[in-house]
């Protein structure tokens, strides 16, 4: 159906609060994301592994599909109201993270191996692409919904190259001042996906008063948003609160020379970090 006949669609009806509001939790979720891998590269074991699960809900949970739905409370078609499917949009947060550890893991184990980083980054940005488009799916209007094929694909790619790229500082990037930039590197490229995703849409109301189901977004989305975020500032308490690199880079130094000093030489675990 031609999208001249599609009703009018407002992508920020709050104006730059919106975007700019999920651009930041993006960024924040990044940032914490990326502390989170760079402590389980630190630790190794079974520990790090932890932290690769904190980080898969720091960057999938709150670093993009909090930013998606952020984003979608300022989205608005004229002519219906917007109702979400409550299953659907559970399901698509479950699918951000667990698409987002999967690729962590597959990297960090495969450590410095390119395909590893690409099969991980390939892994990580279609599931991303799912998590944006099943939450679509999960919206709930007096209309019918169209995408048009090439701007669907044009954001799968961008998902793609974003969660390579998000792997790969994931492996890297060390430092405050790098960790940062990259973080923010990551928020522009998250919501540039998601903002491509939505020019493909284009929504058709009906012209008969068609009751829409599901719930309005005040309803869940802002809980859920609030309950992510509430696991965002744990997840960031515990970094604050655990010991600095610097600490467990000298613990593991000791703990290095005390087993030289007794003759053994120290194990490594998968993440090629010295046992203690």
């Known amino acids: 159906m031609p999208r001249g006949l599609m009703s009018p669609i407002d992508q920020f009806s709050y104006g730059l609060l919106t975007p700019v ?15 989170l891998t760079a402590r389980a590269r630190l630790i190794g074991g079974k520990e790090g592994r932890y932290w690769l699960v904190g980080a898969a809900l720091a960057i999938g949970g709150t670093g993009i599909w909090t930013m998606h739905f952020i984003a979608m409370m300022g989205f608005a078609v004229d002519g219906t109201d917007i109702h979400y499917d409550l299953p659907l949009t559970a399901a698509s947060a479950l699918l ?95 919501s540039g996906m998601h903002y491509t995703g939505m020019y493909a849409m284009a929504v058709q109301v009906h012209s008969d008063e068609t009751p829409v189901g599901g719930a309005a977004a005040g309803d869940f989305l802002l809980p859920l948003v609030v309950g992510l975020s509430v696991v965002t500032v744990g997840l960031l308490l515990a970094v604050l609160l655990s010991p600095s690199e610097r600490e467990v880079l000298a613990e593991m130094k000791f703990r290095e020379r005390m087993l030289r000093s007794e003759g053994g030489a120290p194990e490594q675990d998968s993440f090629g970090t010295p046992r203690g």
Request: proline content about 1%.
């Open 21 to 35: 509001l999920a651009y930041a939790m993006s960024s924040v979720g990044s940032l914490l994301g990326l502390l």
């Open 96 to 190: 951000a993270v667990v698409v987002v550890g999967m690729g962590l893991f597959l990297v960090f184990h495969g450590g410095e191996r390119v395909s590893s980083l690409v099969g991980g980054g390939v892994l990580t940005g279609l599931g991303v692409a799912g998590m944006h488009y099943l939450g679509m799916a999960g919206m709930r209007m007096a209309g019918h919904v169209s995408y048009d094929p090439v701007v669907v694909g044009l954001s799968v790619v961008i998902a793609v190259a974003a969660a390579t790229a998000a792997l790969w500082f994931a492996l890297r990037v060390r430092g405050a001042l790098r960790t940062t930039g990259a973080a923010l590197v990551m928020g522009v490229a998250v």
